[in-house]
């Protein structure tokens, strides 16, 4: 990001965040300003909370998910239904399932 348009987005965020706030106090719809307040937000995080949305892939599709606390990429068999979606070694070779 160009540092003069980070400056100004930085030194503006204040005023950003009070007016996204008394909108939504207000009851006034405001998606674009909450969008891109979230959107900035987001960008300028290293690190962000995924669990749940890795978690809700993971249940309703079968997918895999990264682990913060230990190295490789896991499944979990989250209930007995959750057994018959294939060999997730033949997916996922050298990966480790949860159980």
């Given at each position: 990001?160009?540092?003069?348009?980070?400056?100004?987005l930085n030194s503006r965020q204040?005023?950003?965040?009070?007016?996204?706030t008394l909108c939504?106090?207000?009851?006034?719809?405001?998606?674009?300003?909450?969008?891109?307040?979230n959107y900035f937000d987001s960008y300028r995080t290293?690190?962000?909370?995924?669990n749940l949305t890795q978690a809700q892939?993971?249940?309703?599709?079968?997918?895999?998910?990264?682990r913060t606390d230990k190295e490789g990429v896991f499944h979990t068999a989250?209930?007995?239904a959750h057994k018959d979606i294939g060999d997730i070694n033949e997916r996922?070779?050298?990966?480790?399932?949860q159980k």
């Amino acid at each position: 990001v160009d540092s003069g348009f980070a400056a100004e987005l930085n030194s503006r965020q204040l005023s950003w965040r009070r007016i996204a706030t008394l909108c939504i106090a207000s009851g006034i719809p405001m998606p674009g300003i909450c969008a891109s307040l979230n959107y900035f937000d987001s960008y300028r995080t290293e690190n962000l909370p995924a669990n749940l949305t890795q978690a809700q892939r993971d249940f309703f599709g079968g997918h895999t998910y990264e682990r913060t606390d230990k190295e490789g990429v896991f499944h979990t068999a989250w209930t007995d239904a959750h057994k018959d979606i294939g060999d997730i070694n033949e997916r996922k070779q050298g990966e480790n399932v949860q159980k």
